[in-house]
């Protein structure tokens, strides 16, 4: 099979630190996927090269057929890629439903002219858009909150409005940025859930970024493990848990 | 069909209105009505700056502070059409009663008020909405600057002696239709997909543009509208006075319409023209005191940030919120 995404010798530099030196990796199709490393090993550099926030000064990022390396935000999104932040950023001051429907906007074709005025074309769009905003929010369990203020949320809501805000974009791949970060052992249990049903549901490919170990080694079918900017392991999490050099990385060697 | 008898009872609502205020307060018996009908114009042209500046400001959240910039494009470019070009015009509507005559020539004296405002706006617009917050403001308040005084060395508008000589084309019947135009447009704007891109931009750039919306476009598109929109105010304040002077455009102004928008509340569309209509009436009540006029401006703000920061309607009566059950 085929890789849905593929990182062929990514370098980024900034100034004299390389943040990420020659990283080469590949995720299949439906695999939940992912990355992990100690502070400052570039995970989260490697995640914004792969969003768009930063373009690569070497190597290729590869989506399906397509290289995207260095496009903008918006337009990696429409490639098929979505995301969520790790120091969550919901529209807070609109209500659940509109935060979904918003990133439903790309996807949607009705023009501005039809909506000034108020074509049967908006109207039906409007209608598609309403209603697949809200099976999403049902999916994960908001339903009961769409006119609800977003910033009025508990956290770990606001975390799921997150991923379903990321859903309405019709992703093929879905990059988490530490999903785990502030739940508790509770929490971080249903999140592992809800990604395996995210997957098996929406037939997604998950890149996850996690400092929550419980929760990769949990749900994660192979990891890739970075550390001072380059890769230094990958594999089942068996295999990783096992290797010498993540011990090293994450314990300190002799 | 049900848009079209809309349409047509709005025209009919605004010609029996002019009827009206044309019998009472212009030709009729009530002391100074010509006063009460001016103040009313002016009311109405408020309100349609400050409902386009809040597509920009309150909905997309773009600071800017240029708003009188494109309302003086709009209102030279325009007299300048009826001045200049007017006469040949009105020669070939021979014809026509004259106060058809009078609405053809302002409605294509308006049209190139609108273009070359929106115009405008997507020059300044393109290059500068790539900026943030202070930046968008220092730029937009230079533009607004520029404008006047390249306006003020221009002899053929008058300079600085003022623009005489325009034709009073300009009544209720225009105004209020600029209005409903102003309110529908951002309104239906608002309420829909490209309304919730707008407001996504204003609430989190970095998340819309993840979430797939353009972000630069989006923000140039609601500028050049908002840009548009003062360019009608323009000509129809210019159609009205029937003199133009750059003292009329300066970033007093643009601030005059901020104002008036956070007076009603941020991002609310009936706090937009609430407040157009308080701050217009308010100083003709001060009448008196009018130099102090500033000074209550800025108390008037201040006491409103203490008591009520979201605005007078802001928050809860905010658009496309409310709806959903």
Redesign the interface.
Known sequence: MTALLRIENLTRRFGGLTAVKNVSFSVKPGQLFGLIGPNGAGKTTLFNLV?G?YAPDEGAIVLGESSIGGL???RI??NGI??T?QNI???????V??NV????????S?S?FS????TRA?HA??EG?DSFSRRLLELLHLDGL??EEAANLPYGHQRRLEIA??L??QPRLLLLDEPAAGMNPQESQELMHLIRRLRDEFHLTILLVEHNMKVVMGVCERIHVMDHGESIAEGSPEQVRRDPKVIEAYLGGE | MK?ILLVLAVLGGMGLLQWALTAFLLDGPVRQGPYYYQILMLAGINVILAVSLNLTNGITGQFSIGHAGFFAIGAYVAASVSVYAGPTLQGSLAGLPSFAADSVLLLVASAAGVAAAAAAGWLVGMPSLRLRGDYLAIVTLGFGEIIRVLILNIDAVGGARGFTGIPRYSNFFWVGLGVVAAIS?VR??VR??????L??IR??E??????????TRHKV?AFVIGAAFAGLAGSLFGHFTMYLHTNSFTFVKSFEIIIMIALGGLGSLAGAALGAVVLTVLPELFRGFAEYRMVIYALALILIMIYRPQGLLG?GR?L??GK??
């Open positions: 969003t926030v903008p935000p918006h999104t429409e979505a995301r932040f950023r919901l529209f807070a001051s609109l209500s439903l509109d429907k918003a990133a439903c906007h790309m996807r949607q009705s501005l909506g000034l005025f108020r908006f769009a409007e858009i769409a006119a805000r990321a309405a974009t | 848009k447009t239906h704007i829909s997909s490209h309304g919730r891109a407001l996504s609430e989190d970095i998340a819309a543009q993840a979430m797939g919306v353009a972000v598109t928050k905010f496309g919120r959903d059950k």
